[in-house]
């Protein structure tokens, strides 16, 4: 009752006034204390910097306090289920790292006080907290596309900073901030183009950083923000909903949520799985000890899962330790690979499918009950992506292994070459890997990879390039004309006109700015290859990371343009172009029809 007068006393808008500026402090110090982090874990302090960084640490603990103590306060009686649930886990861990602040502890619960605990405590409320202020800068009414672009600029410029702090590469070694932007760049945009060596350069926790640097490129800076704040939050505006439904694929506000826990779960259950058989496949056989092996799973599966094509041994997985008798490491990459690139509305629709088929089989073998009927279970996408993707692999594979059979692949045993030349047809769909190099190869070979690192994977994939959609629609339409058909069919699906326009777009406007950065490239390195940069150009464009061995050949300049069009690449040029140019409004009327000659 003394909360409602107090409310009514207090005018709306004020009301309104002090609960912006609070969040914005709190936003401010959830940012002052991941930067102070990134400090802390950076560079070794001497005492009074420590005592600093303690003084920071403890006072954003108060704050976090006040401000769970208000939001307890204010919402109480609005709490129910999820809610409460997470306000008791919240409540929790600030008291585990706030009671060492009052009474001693006895040795067994000294790890209650200890550094690392209060930081990660810190760290994940400070990261909520920025996720929560991203979800109300897209409440509100920001464009979508320019805000996605936004957030993938933000974390590039932090996984720079990241990278450029002395714990992240080897001891002598000093990287530069070009090489450190394109490698961050290269991270976040899951491309695998990088001037230097991962191995060389980045300690432990550089290319730990790397990895993440992957795994929130290859997931979306958007799609993990929104979940944090739509989970631990509460709602969101209808036009973030709308916008996140949009990225994410989904087909209700309904299952928003439930979407975008899927997708999560989706990828860290097949990277774990996929880790744990990379593990088994590499066990002593690397020189490693068991923790390195698990870090080297555990990298190798994000990157391929992503497609990002980062490894961290030495030249790739061209390193001889495994370029044979490790065909089992290279099929997992593989298939990991092709996972990513199928698209995460394939991969539920295909959990939908497995689901609808076991729970039928459930039902006939132990209730005796008659199954399920449910038409059209895969759509239409699925099947494109899936159809596209096989013909693609299939093909490329026989293609690479007739090309290079008594060439890039002699001397080798059959099983290797056919595990080499199925590597090299998924691994240029945007993965980056390498076995073998490139330059090594025939001109058609290197014409065959161009091609499919122009293609990519699927649509709202891991993967970049056109997308297998896009290529899909085009050769229906094109098949279309040719037939005389007044509509685009596939799959006895009638294509949407939006969908075709969008798809031609997509296509022009890859050549367009693939041309483009090609010639600026041919200006700044005119004594490097043509065919080189081309092959550089399409590698970025399409976040590919393969390369005919002259990324570090590139001067600043070149490297800086490069990076460009990595991001390009990893937004989308139609996406980017869409974010600065303002939609027209649909006129109400209509201008007469006309044709135009055509050949």
Same mark, same amino acid.
């Given at each position: ?5 107090l409310? $009514? ?12 500026w609070?969040h914005?402090?709190?936003f ?6 991941m930067g ?5 874990y ?6 009074y910097?420590?005592e600093i960084l ?11 306090c006040?401000?769970?103590l ?15 649930i997470?306000t008791?886990?919240w ?5 585990s790292?706030?009671?060492?602040k009052?009474?001693?502890l ?10 690392? %605990?209060?930081?990660?405590?810190l760290g ?6 920025i996720a929560?202020?991203?979800?109300r ?6 464009n ?10 933000m ?31 290269s991270a ?5 183009l990088?001037?230097?060596?991962v191995?060389?350069?980045?300690t ?6 790397? +990895? ?12 993990i ?11 969101s ?5 709308f ?22 779960? !989706? ?5 774990g ?16 000890t068991?923790?390195q092996e ?5 990298f190798?599966?994000?990157? +391929?899962?992503?497609n ?8 790739? %997985?061209?390193n *001889?330790?495994?370029?044979t ?10 298939i990991l ?12 629709n295909l959990k939908r ?10 039902k006939r073998t132990?209730?005796?009950?008659? *199954?399920? $009927?449910?038409s059209?279970?895969a759509?239409?996408n ?8 096989a013909i693609?692999?299939?093909?490329g594979? !026989?293609?690479?292994a007739?090309l ?9 045993p059959?099983?290797?070459k056919i595990t080499?030349s ?9 993965a980056?890997?390498n076995?073998?190099s490139?330059a ?23 993967a ?5 959609n896009t ?14 058909? $007044? ?5 006895h699906?009638e ?9 031609s ?5 890859s050549?367009?700015c693939i %041309?483009?950065f ?5 200006? %700044?390195e005119?004594h490097?290859?043509?065919?080189g ?18 990324t570090?050949?590139l ?17 989308? =040029?139609?996406?980017?172009?869409m974010? =600065?140019i303002?939609t027209?409004?649909q006129?109400k ?11």
């Amino acid at each position: 009752m003394k909360q409602l007068q107090l409310n $009514k006393r207090i005018p709306t808008t004020t009301r309104k006034k002090i609960t912006s500026w609070w969040h914005f402090c709190l936003f401010l110090v959830a940012s002052l204390t991941m930067g102070a982090i990134i400090i802390d874990y950076g560079y070794i302090q001497h005492p009074y910097e420590n005592e600093i960084l303690e003084n920071l640490y403890n006072n954003t603990w108060w704050i976090y306090c006040l401000s769970y103590l208000f939001s307890i306060l204010t919402y109480w009686k609005q709490m129910s289920g999820k809610r409460i649930i997470t306000t008791i886990v919240w409540g929790i861990l600030l008291a585990s790292i706030g009671i060492s602040k009052f009474i001693t502890l006895p040795p067994a619960y000294d790890w209650l006080g200890h550094r690392l %605990l209060e930081v990660s405590v810190l760290g994940l409320f400070s990261f909520l907290l920025i996720a929560r202020g991203i979800m109300r800068f897209i409440n509100k009414k920001t464009n979508p596309a320019l805000l996605m672009a936004i957030g993938f600029a933000m974390v590039i410029g932090l996984g720079t900073l990241l990278l450029l702090l002395p714990r992240s590469t080897h001891e002598g070694i000093i990287l530069s901030a070009i090489d450190a932007l394109f490698v961050s760049t290269s991270a976040v945009c899951v491309t695998g183009l990088t001037p230097i060596d991962v191995a060389q350069f980045f300690t432990l926790e550089g290319q730990l950083i790397i +990895a993440l640097l992957i795994q929130v490129g290859g997931l979306g800076i958007m799609t993990i923000t929104s979940f944090f704040a739509l989970f631990y939050m509460g709602g969101s505006a209808l036009h973030s909903q709308f916008a996140l439904r949009d990225l994410v694929g989904s087909d209700t506000f309904s299952s928003l949520l439930s979407t975008l826990v899927n997708i999560l779960l !989706f990828t860290f259950i097949i990277e774990g799985i996929g880790a744990f058989f990379i593990w088994l496949s590499i066990h002593n056989t690397l020189d490693m000890t068991w923790q390195q092996e698990v870090f080297c799973a555990f990298f190798h599966a994000v990157s +391929a899962f992503c497609n990002a094509g980062f490894s961290n041994l030495e030249g790739n %997985l061209g390193n *001889p330790a495994v370029i044979t008798g490790h065909n089992a490491f290279l099929w997992l990459i593989s298939i990991l690979v092709v996972l990513g690139g199928l698209g995460f509305p394939v991969l539920m629709n295909l959990k939908r499918t497995a689901g609808y088929y076991i729970g039928n089989w459930f039902k006939r073998t132990f209730k005796h009950k008659q *199954p399920d $009927k449910l038409s059209h279970l895969a759509q239409i996408n699925t099947k494109i992506v899936l159809v596209t993707t096989a013909i693609l692999l299939v093909g490329g594979t !026989f293609l690479i292994a007739f090309l290079e059979w008594n060439d890039a692949l002699k001397g080798m045993p059959v099983i290797d070459k056919i595990t080499h030349s199925f590597f090299n047809a998924v691994s240029p769909r945007t993965a980056g890997f390498n076995t073998l190099s490139i330059a090594h190869f025939s001109l058609l070979s290197i014409l065959l990879y161009m091609l499919l690192m122009w293609i990519g994977g699927g649509s709202q994939s891991t993967a970049g390039g056109i997308k297998v959609n896009t290529l899909a629609v085009m050769l229906a339409n094109f098949v279309s004309m040719i037939k005389g058909r $007044k509509h685009v069919v596939l799959f006895h699906r009638e294509i949407a006109d939006n969908s075709i326009k969008r798809a031609s777009a997509v296509v022009i406007g890859s050549i367009v700015c693939i %041309l483009f950065f090609f010639v600026v490239l041919l200006v %700044l390195e005119p004594h490097l290859s043509p065919l080189g940069l081309l092959f550089e150009t399409l590698s970025a464009y399409s976040t590919v990371g393969a390369s005919l061995d002259i990324t570090a050949q590139l001067s600043n300049a070149s490297k800086v343009v490069v990076t460009v069009l990595m991001f390009i690449g990893r937004v989308g =040029f139609i996406t980017l172009l869409m974010s =600065f140019i303002k939609t027209d409004n649909q006129p109400k009327y209509r201008y007469p029809q006309d044709h135009i000659i055509i050949n």
